[in-house]
Each structure stands twice: as structure tokens, then as C-alpha cells.
């Protein structure tokens, strides 16, 4: 095993999209405004080969999440892909939008074993979500986390909640901090995003996408980002992106179909990607040309409270785990 290879190239974080097809059309998305062109679910011998690949590999991930443009419990495999990632014995996060997380699948997730990490996207009201997310469903997904934290005794939940609105501080409802106040629930909040730039934020207040647009800082932050310099972004249809937010695979560096996975993640275009981001060139990149995460990533996490205790009101995510004392999950990326 190369060392700097280890270190500097390969990723933490292993983000396999089973799917892209979702059920949700949030306009905060690519979805809610039709830009996702091609669809599809992930042959199960395509996800057994990305897992087989790293597995028999010396390198290793921090984490592997189910994790792409699409909603993970809509494939008819879901349960097996799991399972078979679990029994290589990886870290395995899940991150969904839980409408489909009814009472038997709650169960089944939870007898499973195969996940040491859910992260469950949400709001805080329902005015809020259906405003932003669509549809008459929010009760619904209520209910389906209600049950599921009340079952759960094992596995770690973050509940992500999205400022839309960046002109002041995020606030969470006094209803939804006490109702989540529960052993092994932690929840955060997320800036709205532009996806790399690529995305009409119209739907969005003037000061909001106004302060989209205004760097953080002059220069950009020479390290690794976590949408792709830090994640191994797979495509449902196998190609490997250049970033999580690469929706229609545009920027990819080959298919796991007729190249071995690390062997991709490795490659001499990754490994420039990867320069060009951490000498703060990231220009360079022609998907990363138009985007600010460089200067902000600081600035798009932060913890609200973890089992109930207050962390923060505003500041970076990690900064504030770090000053809690505690990293709540050792893959995170923003």
C-alpha cells in the first residue's frame, strides 16, 4: 500500500447511489426541477463488484454510504446490498428521506444489523416542507421517525434540517427539539446550496441568494472537499464522479463495469482533480469552476443538539463537535 495514496488520494467516504430515482421533488434539488436526464437502479452485481473490489483492496474508507441523487429504500435489492456491504465488514451509513420507513421496514433496518449510521433529511414544520419539499407527506414521515427512534436502541440517527433562509440564525421549532430529544438522535442543520453553481436558486429569497454568491473568504481553502475530493461519488450505472454533485455524469473518471474500483479512485485524472482542490486551483476542475465550497465549507454544517443538549446556535459543524468534545461519525462530509 502506497501511504500518500492512502492519505491523500483515496477517499473516506464511499458514496454508492444505488438509485437515482426519488420519490420527493424537492425544489432545494436537481429532482424538483427536472435536471436529472438519465434514471436507473444499480445492478447488484455492479454494487457486490465496488464492494468486492475495496474490500480485497489495502486501502479503506472510513465509511460506505448508500448515498446519491436518489432515495436508497426504492430499490428492489436494498435489504441485499446492505447485507452483502455489512458482511465485508464496513461501516455502513444510510442516508433517506424517510417516507418509506414504515413500521416493518423500520424493523427490518434495525434486526438487520448492517447499519452504524442513519441520516434522515427533514423539516421542522410542515408549512416548511411543503413549501420547499412538495406534497401533503410530512405527517406521515413524522409518524415513520416517531416509531423508528422508539425501536431503535443501537444505531446512531442524525436528523438533517436545511436553512433556506441565510440572512439569519437558524432556529428549529421548540416542538421538534423536545419531540427528538431521545438517546442516539442528533440533530444538525445544512445551508441551502447551489450545487457547485449549476442550479436557478430563484425559489429563494434576493438576500439569500445574494449571500449564495458572497465568499466567506478571499482565498480558498486549500484541503479536501467532501462532495468529491473526499468521497468516491459511484453512479447507479457504475461510472465513478468526479463529485457528488455531478448529477448527470459528466465530469467521470470510468465505469467499475470494466475497471477495478480502487484502481478508478487511484486514477492519474483523480489524483489531479484531488492537486488541483488542495493547491487551491480548483479552477482548474471545470465542475468545481463555479463553486464556493471552497471558501465557505466552514460555514455549512452545524450541530444543533445531540441527545437533547444544546451544542450551538451558529458556527461550523465540525467546530462545534470539536469543541463538544465529540465527532459524531468518523465519515462525515458536508
Known amino acids: 500500500m502506497n501511504r500518500k495514496d492512502q492519505e491523500l488520494y483515496f477517499p473516506k467516504h464511499i458514496g454508492i447511489e444505488i438509485t437515482n430515482h426519488c420519490n420527493i421533488r424537492c425544489i ?56 452483502y456491504g455489512k458482511s465485508k465488514g464496513f461501516y455502513q451509513r444510510l442516508t433517506t428521506n424517510a417516507f418509506f420507513i414504515t413500521r416493518p421496514i423500520a424493523d427490518e433496518i434495525i434486526s438487520s444489523g448492517a447499519w452504524d449510521k442513519i441520516e434522515i433529511s427533514f423539516d421542522d414544520s410542515a408549512e416548511k416542507y411543503e413549501e420547499y419539499k412538495g406534497g401533503k407527506i410530512y405527517k406521515q414521515i413524522l409518524d415513520n421517525i416517531d416509531y423508528f427512534i422508539s425501536k431503535n436502541e443501537r444505531i446512531p440517527i442524525t436528523i438533517s434540517f436545511i436553512q433556506y433562509e441565510l440572512t439569519e440564525p437558524f432556529q428549529i421549532s421548540d416542538e421538534i427539539r423536545a419531540r427528538f430529544d431521545k438517546k442516539n438522535v442528533t440533530l444538525i442543520a445544512c445551508e441551502v446550496c447551489s450545487w457547485a453553481g449549476r442550479m436557478d436558486m430563484g425559489f429563494l429569497s434576493e438576500a439569500t441568494q445574494k449571500k449564495l454568491l458572497t465568499k466567506a473568504r478571499k482565498e480558498p481553502l486549500k484541503m479536501k472537499c467532501g462532495n468529491g475530493a473526499d468521497m468516491g461519488a459511484f453512479a447507479w450505472d457504475g461510472f465513478l464522479r468526479a463529485c457528488f454533485m455531478d448529477y448527470n455524469n459528466e465530469h467521470v473518471f470510468g465505469n467499475v463495469k470494466n475497471r477495478n474500483a ?56 465540525f467546530g462545534v463537535q470539536k469543541v463538544a468534545g465529540k465527532i459524531m461519525d468518523k465519515g462525515a462530509s458536508s
Do not use: Q, W
Open 262 to 317: 480502487v484502481e478508478l479512485l487511484l486514477c492519474d485524472g483523480r489524483k489531479k482533480f484531488i492537486d488541483n482542490i488542495i493547491s487551491g486551483n480548483h479552477k482548474k476542475n471545470s465542475i468545481c469552476k463555479d463553486c464556493l465550497a471552497p471558501y465557505n465549507t466552514d460555514d455549512k454544517k452545524f450541530l444543533i443538539s445531540s441527545e437533547g443538549k444544546s451544542a450551538a446556535s451558529e458556527g461550523s459543524y
Open 28 to 83: 432545494i434539488c436537481p429532482h424538483g426541477h427536472d435536471l436529472v436526464k438519465k434514471k436507473g437502479y444499480m445492478n447488484f452485481e455492479v454494487f457486490k463488484k465496488i464492494i468486492d473490489d475495496i474490500y480485497e483492496s489495502p486501502y479503506k474508507p472510513d465509511v460506505v454510504s448508500l448515498f446519491g441523487m436518489g432515495e436508497s429504500l426504492l430499490h428492489p435489492e436494498f435489504f441485499r446490498m446492505a447485507g
